[in-house]
């Protein structure tokens, strides 16, 4: 029977994915202390089993020896059944606990739903709109869904990988009119190796499930296309082997009609590749396009657009392992970021040197042979050390008046000042206009430049009016339709509410602050602004989970703030968890000088968002898509994430548990899982190279953001 002349329903496989891992067994179950006894025959063991035995004579005191022996051996059987009894069931209560009220919502499948079940957009029906239409009473309300058709014999995609371009044209007219030439970037310094596109299935598997959280639509992404494993990393060298210059880590993955790409794609030998080199030079090529001093020979041309250039920081450490995967991610990165756009992003590594006693600002030799020790040799010449002790001398003691330092750390340890060497380093490179913190924990299955370039769009598009209040709720299309009625219920609410809206720098008491800046105070009153202040505004932040008020929760670090005066109220503050963002110029300045002229410092996740808060500068949550593998009903889902009754419920701080199954957040465990799943790996026995051969093949995504991913495996 082939897989599509089924009931849709049989398209959700149940997974028995969890999230913690329940007490099982004590290891000492498996003891013979505590197992079942190995009996064995004493003939067999006996040395005089094969000579003649003869029973000996009973006499009165040698039955009551053995009748005591009896019952004392009985007894101490007794005991031990009846301890073993109680410890069983000790370890059957731990082992129990109360299910959280989200799991026993019913779980989504359609994730794993694979190529071979790929239809059109017009055709996609999202699994929750075809559940809520199979339990509707309504006959007029049910959905058939449209299958490929396909044959058992026939395991090919329905729809061939075509490449994925997000780029201008930089050929048009409409392009040049506007703009510098585009200098084409190479991967080799003779300029004969060009760089590879990647792959997307132009449809989407038949009843994947949608996002609850944001919208393709909204930012400008591509929603109608997915990835596979094979057209998004097959050109980084995931499917062809080491001696070809790849990573052959394809061998055991279900892989029909995988192999299409390469019609149009040359494989390319990656251990010959300097990214540093190639992306150093692309920059050389293109440099006209950024320097804003540059003017044009003919006063008689206008003066063509200038770009703002990135620097894409990804955050690592000494002692970092760098898997397959992990250098093929990087690899995208570098390509679509950098070099396919013609130099407006350059990536780099900020490399954590844990140990203090290593002199990195000493040496030379000493520097580059930490690179070389924990950094793969594809990467070199594309890092910056730091170390703590260098962020002491940068930033010296003291750091006067904490409220309360919940982490019991240093100031300078990374864990409550990571924004340090990210200060320093905007000091050190300070040629960029924008700074993307990325995690090296992050992954992303869509194309980084499209995502990349359209967040920032969104935002420089966003108006201040509402700003901060739409920051600090999650994005629900399907309930709260499209983002002008999102934007007016926000209003409606912060109007309806006790709270005053925010227009421009808040004020607050304080005893030292440094000046605002004349252009970030309000043009006009809050009513008289139609939503028209900020449009087209770069923004100072951009985060990809809420803007918070951590005061109105029980998040644990709310009170890590430093240098205030301890005898007036805490400054207020905002916090966004994951310090995962893309920060300006101009607000890094400011927190390179709020640090060391006024000693303020906060918790990492509320540093940036709060001196963002306090000077009126430009923050938005950029509205991704967010999964979850429940069918949460969508006004619980509101209530649950954006108004909860109280403050102990907060999804940032006790209520945390709210987000282990979503796709984003410090703590989802079905991020990583999905993930897993995606790179064909079997996870909680489920998933794996044959489960895909014998259903709908392997998965393919959206483009979406992960975190946290903390280890990576696929076929095996």
Not at 13 to 20: L, Q
Not at 236 to 258: D, Q, T
Request: hydrophobic residues 30%; proline residues 8%; contains cysteine.
């Amino acid at each position: 029977m082939s897989p599509f002349d089924i009931n849709p329903r049989k398209l959700f496989v149940r997974t028995r994915f969890g999230y913690e891992k329940l007490p099982g067994a004590d290891s000492q179950s498996s003891s013979p202390l505590f197992g079942t006894p190995l009996i064995k025959s004493w003939k067999n063991r006996s040395p005089w089993a094969n000579q003649q035995w003869r029973r000996p004579r009973l006499s009165l005191p040698r039955i009551i020896m053995l009748m005591i022996t009896t019952l004392l051996l009985a007894s101490m059987l007794g005991t031990g059944m009846y301890r073993r009894h109680r410890w069983n069931e000790e370890q059957r209560k731990k082992g129990e606990r109360k299910l959280y009220h989200w799991e026993h919502f019913p779980r989504l499948d359609g994730y794993y739903n694979g190529i071979r079940s790929i239809v059109p957009f017009s055709d996609w029906v999202p699994e929750q709109k075809f559940i809520k239409n199979a339990l509707s009473g309504n006959p007029e309300d049910k959905l058939e869904p449209k299958y490929p058709v396909l044959s058992k014999e026939h395991k090919e995609p329905p729809l061939d990988p075509v490449p994925f371009n997000p780029y201008p044209d930089y050929s048009t007219y409409e392009y040049l009119n506007k703009h510098d030439k585009v200098e084409t970037c190479y991967l080799d310094k003779d300029d004969k190796v060009d760089l590879p596109d990647i792959y997307a299935y132009p449809g989407i598997p038949q009843n994947m499930s949608e996002p609850f959280f944001g919208s393709y639509e909204e930012l400008g992404l591509n929603e109608k296309v997915c990835f596979d494993r094979f057209g998004r990393f097959g050109p980084y060298g995931y499917s062809y082997p080491r001696e070809e210059g790849g990573l052959g880590m394809s061998g055991k993955s279900e892989s029909w009609g995988a192999d299409k790409i390469w019609s149009w794609e040359k494989k390319i030998d990656y251990s010959k590749v300097s990214w540093a080199d190639a992306q150093r030079k692309c920059y050389e090529k293109n440099k006209v396009r950024f320097d804003k001093n540059m003017t044009e020979a003919n006063k008689d041309v206008p003066a063509k657009k200038k770009l703002p250039r990135h620097a894409y920081i990804l955050r690592t450490w000494t002692g970092y392992k760098y898997s397959d995967y992990q250098i093929l991610t990087i690899r995208a990165m570098i390509n679509e970021l950098a070099l396919k756009s013609g130099g407006e992003y350059d990536v780099h590594f900020l490399l954590h040197v844990k140990d203090d006693s290593i002199p990195i600002w000493a040496s030379e030799e000493i520097y580059n042979k930490t690179i070389e020790d924990n950094l793969p040799k594809e990467f070199w010449g594309m890092a910056t050390l730091w170390s703590e002790q260098q962020m002491k001398s940068y930033y010296p003691e003291p750091f006067p008046n904490n409220v309360y330092n919940h982490a019991k750390a240093p100031v300078h340890s990374v864990y409550r000042s990571a924004h340090f060497s990210l200060q320093w380093f905007a000091q050190r490179w300070p040629e960029y206009d924008f700074y993307w913190n990325w995690e090296m924990d992050l992954r992303f299955s869509g194309h980084y430049y499209e995502f990349n370039t359209k967040v920032g769009e969104w935002a420089k598009n966003q108006p201040r009016k509402g700003m901060w209040e739409r920051a600090s709720r999650y994005y629900i299309p399907e309930l709260h339709g499209s983002w002008k009625n999102f934007t007016e219920l926000v209003e409606e609410e912060t109007f309806n509410s006790d709270e005053k809206p925010v227009w421009g720098p808040p004020k607050f008491e304080n005893t030292g602050m440094l000046p605002t800046l004349d252009e970030v105070k309000p043009p006009r009153s809050y009513l008289q602004d139609n939503y028209e202040w900020g449009v087209g505004e770069d923004a100072d932040l951009i985060t990809f989970n809420p803007i918070f008020d951590p005061a109105k929760t029980n998040w644990v670090f709310r009170d890590d703030v430093t240098g205030y005066d301890l005898e007036l109220p805490e400054p207020p503050r905002r916090c966004a968890i994951i310090t995962v963002s893309r920060l300006s110029k101009r607000l890094l300045d400011i927190m390179h000088r709020e640090t060391y002229l006024m000693k303020h410092h906060m918790f990492p996740e509320m540093w940036p968002p709060s001196v963002a808060f306090h000077h009126g500068l430009k923050a938005v949550y950029a509205p991704h898509a967010v999964y979850f593998d429940h069918n949460w009903p969508l006004e619980t889902l509101d209530g649950t994430f954006n108004r909860p009754p109280k403050p102990t419920d907060s999804v940032f701080g006790w209520g945390e548990h709210n987000q282990l199954g979503s796709s984003f957040y410090y703590n989802a465990a079905f991020s990583s899982a999905w993930w897993r799943r995606w790179l064909g790996s079997v996870e909680n026995e489920e998933g794996g190279t044959a489960a895909e051969e014998a259903g709908t093949g392997r998965l393919c995504m959206r483009p979406t953001l992960f975190h946290p991913v903390k280890f990576e495996r696929g076929a095996e």
